[in-house]
């Protein structure tokens, strides 16, 4: 990879914010959770009140009477869901806490009287109003699937706090109801309707109370959500999409993860000049981004620091994903991020590649009995392929994936056969005694993304169930075989994540540190391939290139790590239309970068 680190431009600037910035929304929101949980339960606790925290408990809205265990119940409800907006300073949840406050300060004094709960709204409310420019930060990206999301967690949460509300009192509980008498009871009063247990006093109407409290909030909640403006994700558009070739054309080879940019499901900030672009996904409040910027690499700080000021706009975490040392060390020097060591990208000199010799033993018997069995490969560039047989690869690729579950955002392209990617390569595998498949005698399909002008990037890898194990390595070899024909020298393949740790752990010598996080990863590897991935690659025996995670602070790791998964299809909270719902015909997205496909007995 040529080029080295830019110099720092004149413009460049930190645009971190400071631990003073972050100072008060974070109490704020602590402070709001408090209340928020001491609200829950003194509307849900009776005993709560005549405690030692009866002192504190009285100046909050349920001490006292069934409306104000109700509305104590509502309003800690309420705090609790925007304690989390608070804390990353979302302007609508400020919004929110400002109307909430007040209101909650009338209910108290309008049915205890209280003075003094009226004060402690209010103070809360106060550093709200004096630091309202720190909650400025921009809506995130949603859709109606959050009102169902809400439905679900909120209905649950619900019927929890309503078996708690429903059994809190068992001295003035007429008979012994079972638990499905108050599970029945809690899903009446959630809905307003009384249920099969019964109370001495008006504890009966305190329940129903809170219960129906609940079931309002539930549903107006997720009302709101389901009718307020939908804030969709950033698309790739047309022109940014121009733009981006046009910089891949000239600075693409740098970069083996650069063509990945080109995913039309990611959004672009491009540098004040227009010479580099670094493009994104937003995952759960992360703005992940991937690979190195795009372009002119004297530009790069320029994009960077629109990339930040985005983050700092909408309050998401900063993140990159698969960043070359270079990009590593420009994204750290401009922004103050720490950087970590992820895995290590395979990268085949074509010039440097043989069967021959006692390393490529097992792949060359592999590749020679698979030959032998009847099949034949062929390596085109997309350009080459008629509309008829691209159709036919994109079903294949999207029937073969063997899940629902599309995996892939940093090194995966997302698409196959697509008119503006004449450039990519395909690879196919064909029997040609088995053309009675719904795909004829079509047997393996890989795709290849370009890397400049004289390399290509592993970006899918599927193949037929029924074909023979080793379809993958039987492709690969043909594709390098192939390179020199078609102008290819270099070839990228898979990305080996901790690759460094399990090489150097299972060698004489490694420590016991060492060999108990070999150990973690390899337990790992049975649901995210980490070893079986590091040890295919190194079947060809490439070379190896470190790839870096960019990150804000060590306590985003958790939650950058949950966005990349997400990101990456190996975790799913959105609910799929069904399989046959979906339309046919269209370009499978996102693919795999992985060898997911890859049969087992040919690891």
Known sequence: MSGGVPPRSQGARRVLRGPRAEA????????????????????????????????????????????????????????????????????????????LLPAGA????????????????????????????????LPDPRSRWRALANFVLMGAGSLVLGLIIVSVHPKRMVGDPSLADRITHVLYGLFGFEGPVDYQGNTSWTVACSLGALGLLTAVTTIYLAFRPEHPA??????????????????????????????????????????????Y??????????????????????????????????????????????????????????????????????????????????????????????????????????????????????DWRGTDTERGFSMALGRVGDPADGDCLIATAHKADEQDGPYGDLKAVLHFVPWGTDGVSLDLMRRDRSADPGMNELLIVASLQAAPKLGVSRVSLNFAMFRAALARGEKIGAGPVLRAWRGLLVFLSRWFQIESLYKFNAKFQPRWEPRFVVYRASSDLPRIGFAAMQAEGFVDIAVPLPRFLRRRGRAAAPCAHTVAEHDARAA
């Open 24 to 99: 008060v929304p974070v109490l704020v929101a602590r402070a709001a959770a408090l209340v928020s949980l001491l609200d829950i339960a003194a509307g849900v606790f009776p005993r709560f009140r005549h405690s030692r925290m009866h002192s504190l408990a009285e100046v909050l809205p349920g001490a006292l009477g069934p409306f104000a265990a109700a509305l104590s119940l509502s309003s800690g409800v309420l705090l609790l869901l925007l304690a989390h907006g608070l804390r990353r300073r979302k302007r609508r949840a400020w919004r929110a806490a400002v109307l």
């Open 106 to 137: 009338v209910a108290q004094f309008t049915y205890r009287h209280s003075v003094i709960g009226v004060v402690i709204s209010l103070a809360l409310l106060a550093p709200l109003l004096i630091h309202r420019d720190q909650f400025a930060a």
């Open 234 to 279: 950033a698309r790739l558009t047309a022109q940014d999409e121009t733009q981006l070739r046009a910089l891949l054309a000239k600075h693409g080879g740098r970069d083996s993860l650069g063509h990945f940019a080109l995913r039309r499901d990611k959004a672009v900030v491009f540098s004040p000049s227009g010479k580099a672009a670094v493009t």
């Open 281 to 398: 996904r937003v995952v759960s409040g992360v703005m992940l981004a991937s690979g190195d910027p795009i372009g002119d690499v004297e530009a790069w700080p320029g994009a960077i620091e629109r990339f930040m000021d985005e983050a700092k706009a909408h309050s998401w975490t900063p993140a990159v994903m698969g960043c070359s040392e270079t990009g590593g060390e420009v994204w750290t020097r401009e922004t103050g991020l720490d950087a970590l060591e992820l895995g290590d990208e395979a990268v085949v000199d074509v010039a440097d590649f043989s069967l021959a010799g006692r390393a490529m033993r097992n792949v060359r018997q592999m590749v020679k009995r698979i030959e032998r069995a009847g099949y034949e490969t062929r390596v085109r560039r997309v350009r080459d392929l008629g509309e008829a047989e691209l159709e036919r690869i994109r079903q294949a690729a999207d």
